[in-house]
């Protein structure tokens, strides 16, 4: 079982910046990590996605914006979000899966969790 445990999120203005991190209570180098995202209203989607060899997938509406990453010695995943809009207002979710990337990513875990909003 590995939990997932996000922070960083909060309120901010349009153009703004926030960093989302996301502690795992278990080795996360072999694992594929993610973000994702559900406005109200909408349905949950992928944000991005990071493997075990740092290859990254974005969705087209990030791309350029938010940069995935990670810290394995640390077992912290990353969300640099800049340029923030107030579509990306969201809760914001990690998730891991095992080795092994696929598209689209199929999370056997997930956080809980973190408030994003940015306001016009």
């Known amino acids: 079982q590995v939990q997932l445990v996000e922070s960083g999120g909060g309120s901010v203005q349009a153009g703004g910046s926030l960093r989302l991190s996301c502690v795992a209570t278990?080795?996360?180098?072999?694992?594929?990590m993610g973000w994702f995202r559900q406005a109200p209203g909408k349905e949950r989607e992928e944000v991005a996605t990071i493997g075990r060899i740092a290859i990254r997938t974005y969705a087209d509406s990030v791309k350029g914006r938010f940069t995935i990453s990670k810290d394995n010695a640390k077992n912290t995943l990353y969300l640099q979000m800049n340029n923030l809009q107030p579509e990306d207002t969201a809760m914001y979710y990690c998730?891991?899966?095992?080795?092994?990337?696929?598209?689209?990513?199929?999370?056997?875990?997930w956080g809980q969790g973190t408030q994003v909003t940015v306001s016009s």
């Open positions: 998730a891991a899966a095992g080795p092994g990337c696929v598209n689209p990513m199929k999370p056997a875990y």
């Open positions: 278990s080795l996360i180098y072999n694992m594929c």
